[in-house]
């Protein structure tokens, strides 16, 4: 898989209008597959059996959104272990291409799945 594509494509001529996605509170998800999921108790939240897309193990890891976070660009500083190993197959670039989107999601998300207003969208909207 070609991360740099799948990430940050430069080439205009591909894009198409239907390709251009959405931002997401959780980025990372596109990198893996579901193979399962288990709904939580209360009807939220739960977690899922995911297959890492950069093939770096045949056998599922089963875990939230955290986990996928931990495996892809590992553990932020301070935060507690997941269990869970950086995927092999990644390389430094690789991994620091993740992390900008994963620090891009949060700036435009915080930590709610509704986008924020960004100051520069309000400033369009009120010229």
């Given at each position: ?9 430069e080439?205009e ?5 239907d390709?251009?996605?959405e ?8 990198y893996?597959t579901?193979v399962?999921v ?9 977690s ?5 897309n950069?093939?770096?193990?045949v056998?599922?890891y ?7 976070r931990a495996h ?11 269990g ?7 390389t430094?670039?690789?991994?620091e291409?993740l992390?900008?989107?994963?620090s891009?999601?949060k ?6 799945k509704a986008?924020k ?5 309000q400033?369009?909207k009120s010229s």
């Open positions: 898989m070609d991360l740099d594509r799948s990430i940050h494509s080439e001529d591909d894009i198409q209008e390709d251009i996605e931002p997401s509170a959780t980025p990372l998800w596109k893996v579901k399962h288990e709904k939580g108790s209360k009807g939220g939240g739960g899922a059996k995911f297959i890492c950069f093939s770096c193990q056998k599922p089963t875990g939230s959104y955290s986990r996928v892809l660009i590992g553990v932020p500083p301070g935060q507690k272990k997941q869970v190993q950086v995927c092999a197959k990644l430094h670039d690789d991994i291409l992390k900008k989107e994963e891009d999601a700036r435009i998300f915080g930590n709610s986008r207003k960004l100051p520069i969208e400033q369009v």
